[in-house]
Nanobody
């Protein structure tokens, strides 16, 4: 059973940066794609970024392209989300998730393990 623990969230001013981390337990971390999602109050959970098992493929929501970068370190069982040029509309609880397959996906039901989330608040 995989466990995912996010960290790195916090309060930042618009235009600032944050780096989220997601530490995964389990020996098979490197066999699966990983993703970051976010959920703002009153809104549905939405895809932010995804990365394939070896980092060879990445995908991003249009709203974060050019500002966010997803990466992974399989030796450390960790996936990262570097967030630059943050905007107030990026405020949400951010979740990492493990995909059911080695590839990346933007669909929630393609992910089977989820972390508890880390809050990101961007002030204007």
């Amino acid at each position: 059973q995989a466990q995912l623990v996010e960290s790195g969230g916090g309060l930042v001013q618009a235009g600032g940066s944050l780096r989220l981390s997601c530490a995964a337990s389990g020996r098979t971390f490197s066999s699966y794609g990983m993703g970051w999602f976010r959920q703002a109050p009153g809104k549905e959970r939405e895809f932010v970024a995804g990365i394939s098992w070896n980092g060879g493929r990445t995908s991003y929501a249009d709203s974060v392209k050019g500002r966010f970068t997803i990466s992974r370190d399989n030796a450390k069982n960790t996936v990262y989300l570097q967030m630059n040029s943050l905007k107030p509309e990026d405020t949400a609880n951010y979740y990492c998730a493990r995909a059911r397959r080695p590839s990346t996906s933007s669909y929630l039901d393609e992910y089977d393990f989820w972390g508890q989330g880390t809050q990101v608040t961007v002030s204007s």
